[in-house]
């Protein structure tokens, strides 16, 4: 699928055509066309009749009688001839196009129709029947008005036909079904009743070829009732040899009575998500596809989440300073150092992102207060090329933190680029300090970050949230929920609060309270990684594990420090996982690991300890056949974790972007790795499918 964004123009409305009938004698009336749409459109754009349309024409008993446009085609107006016995008599006179025995007057002068939820394709117009529209009039001269616009859509492309187009509101509107027709100034205006529905698919037979290029594109034309899409809309192609394509907005759009909404050309491309090619880009998301990217810039973490219905999630933003210009991680830059890792991840996001993203995050989370997380401090900014910019976001030579200046690196980077809605953390870094609290170069981080989230709210709207432990309502879905039932997000620990594993219960006494740490902050040195977001996310039966940065470091003096523990006792066994804290020593305890079972495993490395020996062997001894995937190896680690007794060559990858592709409804997921070495991200390897249990 082609990453597009839609543009919107308005022209005049059309409608279409129907079969020619044999009249019967009757009443005669005359018919004219209001200039702004009925029933086809000619070449140079002139609203026109076509020979044979058919029209319910109601007299004042409220008798449904068949007639036909007597004219020949491009007439704008003429008579019509009844085709039925049923009466014409006195005026007043009611009609409506197209007729059907369905088409009624009632008492209080409306009129009941149908518009087409399958309605049928016309080059350059609608097809028959599908424009409704309506006349009153107390002679049997008959004006017609129409009730409905248009949305036009033009497809290009060289793979396939295009056998059918179903329009849906991502907000649920109604599209079609049973209608009320009411008059208001003269105009007539169109409902849809309830148990309406809620698509409108437009059948192609024989299938329709795609334009080739953008300017010889073929027209999709949609009869729609007034109305606006509040969240965008989505539109899904179905190909004649089985393939689909969807394309997707999240910006409002409005469809006005007797006019077109004429969309930019989009290119069609019915590749499946899964027909992965090694050599090739990976194919892009698709709705009902769950997408987990482990973006690899060689600085620390970050994971970019593709919901099934669209909805977007990064947790993390690397942005640890770079080897190359003198920090011993022993780990190069992806793809180099040249492109910061803030926009190693703009880049990857721009590429694999929805449209229906509208190029904005739907959520961050920043699994905790470190540099390889959110973006590191360095008073020494400028060795690493990371630009101070003040409080207005503005470059300037020299940072001004106590201003709200900020450099850009990590998060500030990628979200100066791409608007974040929503920021999820674990609460302010004073409710339950870490050691770094007190930590010179660590406030000035912490502080870093909260420039830029004022910055990010003021200009984008940005709000910040810590992440609400127990419950699966803070990360949801934001476009077509009610499609996805069995997806879901809870958060499971946050800030050393943990889940009980009860409804929405907090444990807020596992680790000391704030007052206790800040009295005891240099004997206890507690490490910032065990305050971080932890999450479990399900779609179907499948379950991924994302732990941030969590460790066992010092439980033997202090058992708290264990934050492995209590989550053990509430998670299950998943098919995946984010290996915590980089899959470094201390971290991943055999207990977590004893419940998690993964049969993935993916370990975000960007320092030559990572992984480390002993973590690898709880890792197989807790899932013997795990599938074992690193963004980086540095090669003394190989020599080290060969040393230990860990067969390296069993490792499924050790270098490049990790993508876990879960199939709709979770039923089974493939891994793909990506070639990091520019940003093609062209299929270095293939594994799976796995099937979810």
């Known amino acids: 699928m082609k990453k597009t964004v839609l543009y919107i123009s308005a022209i005049a409305l059309a409608c279409a055509c129907s079969i020619e009938p044999a009249a019967v ?17 000619d070449a140079q754009f002139h609203l026109c009749w076509h020979a044979g349309d058919r029209v319910s024409i109601f007299d004042s008993a409220g008798s449904n009688a068949e007639y036909s446009f007597a004219g020949t085609d491009g007439d704008v107006s003429g008579r019509l001839e009844r085709l039925s016995d049923g009466s014409a008599g006195d005026g007043p006179y009611t009609a409506v196009y197209p007729h059907s025995e369905a088409n009624s007057v009632n008492f209080d002068g409306s009129v009941a129709a149908t518009l087409q939820p399958v309605q049928s394709y016309a ?58 027709i009411r008059w208001a100034d003269g105009l ?32 999709f034309w949609f009869a729609l009732p007034p109305m606006t899409f509040e969240k965008g809309f989505t539109v899904t192609v179905a190909s004649s040899d089985g393939g689909s394509c969807v394309f997707s907005s999240a910006k409002p759009l409005t469809v006005k009575r007797s006019s077109i ?45 593709i919901f099934p219905d669209g909805t977007t999630m990064l947790v993390d933003a690397a942005g640890g300073p770079q080897s190359e210009y003198g920090y011993d ?53 400028s060795k690493f090329h990371w630009q101070p910019v003040n409080s207005s976001g503005t470059p300037v030579g020299t940072v001004n933190l ?28 004073g409710d339950r300090p870490s050691g770094d609290y007190l930590d010179e170069n660590s406030q000035k981080l912490y502080l870093n970050y909260t420039n830029f989230l004022a910055w990010s709210a003021a200009n984008h709207g940005t709000v910040r949230e810590k992440l609400a432990i127990g419950h699966t309502d ?25 889940w009980t594993g009860s409804g929405t219960g907090v444990n807020t006494s596992y680790v000391p309270s704030t007052a206790q740490c800040l009295a005891n902050i240099d004997e206890w040195a507690i490490n910032e990684n065990i305050y971080s977001c932890v999450f479990h996310l399900s779609y179907g039966k499948f379950d991924w594990f994302s732990g941030g940065d969590i460790q066992f470091t010092g439980k033997s003096t202090y058992s708290w420090k264990d934050i ?28 977590l690991l004893g419940v998690l079972k993964p049969d993935v495993y993916v370990a975000g490395v960007w320092q030559d300890v990572q992984p480390n020996p002993a973590t690898i062997k709880r890792v197989l001894a807790a899932s013997p056949s795990v599938k074992i995937f690193t963004t980086n190896l540095a090669q003394s680690n190989v020599e080290t974790l060969t040393g230990e007794g860990v067969n390296v060559g069993k490792f499924s990858a050790t270098r490049g972007h990790v993508v876990l592709r879960i199939l709709p409804g979770g039923e089974a997921f493939y891994v793909y790795v990506l070639d990091d070495s520019d940003l093609e991200y062209r299929v270095k390897a293939i594994f799976g499918p796995y099937l979810c249990k």
């Not at 004698?25 to 459109?41: C, H, L, M, N, R």
């Not at 450099?407 to 809605?421: F, Y």
């Not at 803070?474 to 943990?498: E, N, T």
């Open 25 to 41: 004698s009757g009443p005669v009336f005359s018919a004219a066309i209001e200039q702004e749409g009925k029933t086809y459109v």
């Open 123 to 180: 080059s350059g117009s609608f097809g028959p029947g599908a424009g409704l529209m309506a006349a009153r009039s107390e002679t049997s001269s008959l004006g017609f008005r129409n009730t409905c616009g248009a949305l036009v859509f033009r497809f290009y492309g060289s793979a396939g036909a295009v056998s059918s187009v179903t329009l849906e509101g991502n907000g649920g509107e109604l599209l079609a079904g049973e209608a009320q």
């Open 188 to 219: 007539p205006s169109v409902q849809i009743l309830s148990g309406g529905s809620r698509s409108v698919r437009l059948d192609c037979n024989p299938p329709v070829s795609p334009g080739a290029t953008a300017d010889k594109a073929a027209e």
């Open 261 to 305: 909404k004429r969309m930019e050309a989009l290119e069609v491309d019915f590749t499946p998500p899964t027909a992965a090619v090694e050599g090739q880009t990976l194919p892009h998301w698709q709705p009902g596809y769950l997408d987990i990217h482990g973006i690899n810039g060689g600085r620390g973490e970050a994971f970019y989440y």
């Open 329 to 381: 991680s022993g780990i190069a830059s992806k793809p180099s150092v040249a492109i910061s890792c803030g926009q190693v991840i703009v880049n990857y996001i721009r590429h694999f992102a929805p449209v229906v993203a509208g190029g904005r995050l739907d959520y961050f989370m920043a699994s905790h207060y470190h540099g390889d997380h959110i973006g590191a401090w360095r008073d020494k900014y």
């Open 402 to 429: 106590a201003a709200g200046g900020f450099v850009v690196n990590g998060l500030p980077d990628v979200g100066m680029s791409i608007p974040i809605d929503k920021v999820i953390d674990r609460g302010d870094w």
């Open 474 to 498: 803070q990360i949801v879905l934001k476009h077509s929920p009610s499609k996805y039932s069995g997806f879901s997000v809870r958060g499971i620990a946050a800030g050393g609060d943990i």
């Open 564 to 591: 492995e523990l209590p989550i053990s006792k509430v998670m299950k066994k998943v098919e995946a996982m984010k290996a915590s804290h980089h899959s470094t020593k201390n971290t991943n305890s055999t207990e």
